[in-house]
């Protein structure tokens, strides 16, 4: 299954989070790209989403919200995973 693994973060601390999480040629994925959500452009080539972003003032960041709303129509009909990122511990 072709994955798209998106992410949005103020400051690059939680880009971590998203790219660990989906491994390429992982038992849940056959084939994976992790990418600023605010830097696709083809979110219909992608058949699934895994989809987080950094979260500020109780909500998700702006660039994350823009996504969702934008390909509605395709998140619509497409197996999604959405959670909060947190920066990596240690």
């Known amino acids: 299954m072709n994955v ?3 992410d949005a973060t ?3 601390s939680t880009r971590a989070s998203s790219h660990n999480a989906w491994q390429p040629g992982s038992s849940r994925a056959a084939w994976t790209r992790a990418r ?3 830097e696709v452009a083809d979110a ?3 058949e699934a989403f895994a989809l987080g972003s950094a979260i ?3 909500a998700w960041l702006e660039s994350a919200k823009d996504f969702v709303r934008l390909n509605s129509d395709t998140l619509r009909f497409r197996p999604v ?3 909060p990122l947190r920066p990596p511990s240690g």
Do not use: T
């Open 4 to 6: 798209l693994v998106g």
């Open 36 to 38: 600023p959500m605010d």
């Open 10 to 12: 103020a400051h690059s």
């Open 44 to 46: 219909e080539a992608s």
């Open 81 to 83: 995973w959405m959670c």
């Open 56 to 58: 500020h003032r109780q």
